[in-house]
């Protein structure tokens, strides 16, 4: 195994001055009020995607991130203080934003250079942070890049491993990043602190890493062959170090399909399997699979969403610790395209009504479902993020 690199660079964002005669220049600052803001979207319109806003009377309104336009928004990542946008043709000065940093508090924005990758097979999450919220770890590929956010001078880290194959992270509470890299038919996991030299972890083959409960500064190591399925706890001790593996899960055959996260809080981690759901810790102390269909993990329940057997639409919650289902809408005559749920259980669609074919909003809340239908003008929507 090669030595891995820390490659550290640092950038300032300031305030916006002029606009430059070309390219165009972002926005000092979006105007928008986020804690008026239900959620994100992206529509496209002519071959053109733009950011649009989710307002609490369920209406879509446009916002120009740059001082000439929409600056060609591709994908956005919500974190609990801000919102990462992937975009293209925006620069600050003499700097190309493959990303536009937004801080919920003030929405002031800040260049960033690189952007999240989402093309990973094993669903890791692109865009993770710690208990802070303050420092955002983004999923280069082949490379991390760690976003300090503390002051408005970002700090930007890219961590290279030097030929080795990056296949998962996780990030925890402190700000550690567990790393699993394939190299030579090998495989080592390895922990980044905030500061200082990587920890060495194990040597031994590993398919996918996790962050370990809520607020803590563990790691859970998941393996799965055709026989077996294995899962070692790693515990963060208070001084900064970390415990060997320690085995606390094997089942006779393997669960794994890939390394996403489904839900996590100060006693529960539930993560992604094959056609199934592995809850490694929860309060009895003994792991468990769970067969329970489901699309996200909001607040103390799972949601699932689809087309029933005769093309209706249905959305269905399951509440922890049981996770018995809760029907939110069935058999509606509706076509979903995008859906997505808050943190506090509203869900709101993108669908195509059956009746007449005309594209609408809904939103569950409170048990009652409200529909708006868009017009004509209105943008395909593309991407749905609910942020409040």
Not at 243 to 254: I, Q, T
Not at 281 to 292: D, I, K, M, Y
Not at 300 to 316: C, Y
Request: glycine share 8%; hydrophobic share 40%.
């Amino acid at each position: 195994m090669k030595k891995l690199e820390l490659l550290a660079c640092a950038f300032v964002v300031a305030a916006c001055g002029e606009p430059p005669e070309a390219p165009p220049e972002m926005k000092a600052n979006l105007g928008i009020d986020f804690s008026n803001v239900r959620g994100l979207a992206l529509g496209t319109s002519s071959g053109k995607q733009q950011l649009l806003t989710l307002d609490s009377s369920d209406q879509f309104h446009p916002v120009d991130l740059t001082t000439t336009g929409s600056g060609n928004p591709s994908a956005v990542y919500d974190t609990p203080r801000f919102v990462l946008v992937a975009v293209s043709g925006v620069t600050y000065k003499e700097q190309t934003c493959e990303s536009l940093l937004v801080r919920k508090a003030d929405s002031a924005q800040f260049c960033v250079p690189v952007a999240p990758s989402s093309s990973r097979s094993n669903n890791t999450a692109p865009v993770q942070w710690g208990s802070s919220g303050d420092i955002l770890t983004l999923d280069g590929r082949s490379e991390l890049h760690r976003i300090d956010a503390r002051t408005d001078s970002l700090q930007l880290t890219t961590l290279r491993f030097d030929g080795a194959e990056l296949m998962s992270f996780a990030m925890n509470a402190a700000d550690d990043v567990m790393v699993n890299l394939r190299q030579d038919n090998g495989s080592i996991v390895r922990v980044y602190p905030p500061s200082g030299a990587p920890l060495f972890i194990t040597a031994r083959n590993e398919t996918c890493v996790f962050p370990g409960l809520a607020g803590s500064r563990d790691f859970y190591l998941g393996l799965g062959w055709s026989d077996r399925t294995t899962v070692e706890h790693v515990e963060g001790r208070a001084d900064g170090t970390y415990s060997e593996p320690r085995n606390v899960w094997s089942s006779g055959a393997s669960v794994w399909n890939d390394c996403g996260i489904v839900y996590r809080d100060q006693s529960r981690l539930l993560v992604l399997a094959a056609l199934s759901l592995l809850e490694v810790v929860n309060p009895s102390g003994t792991p468990r699979v769970l067969s329970v269909p489901m699309k996200v993990a909001r607040g103390g329940s799972l949601f699932n969403w689809g087309q029933d057997a005769e093309g209706l639409a249905f959305v269905t919650r399951y509440d922890l610790p049981e996770l018995e289902p809760v029907p939110l809408l069935t058999a509606a005559p509706y076509r979903f395209g995008k859906v997505d749920v808050s943190l506090t259980g509203e869900v709101s669609f993108i669908a195509t009504r059956l009746s007449d074919g005309v594209r609408v909003l809904g939103t569950l809340r409170g048990g009652k479902l409200t529909v708006s239908e868009l017009t004509q003008s209105q943008p395909d929507i593309v991407t749905l993020v609910r942020i409040n």
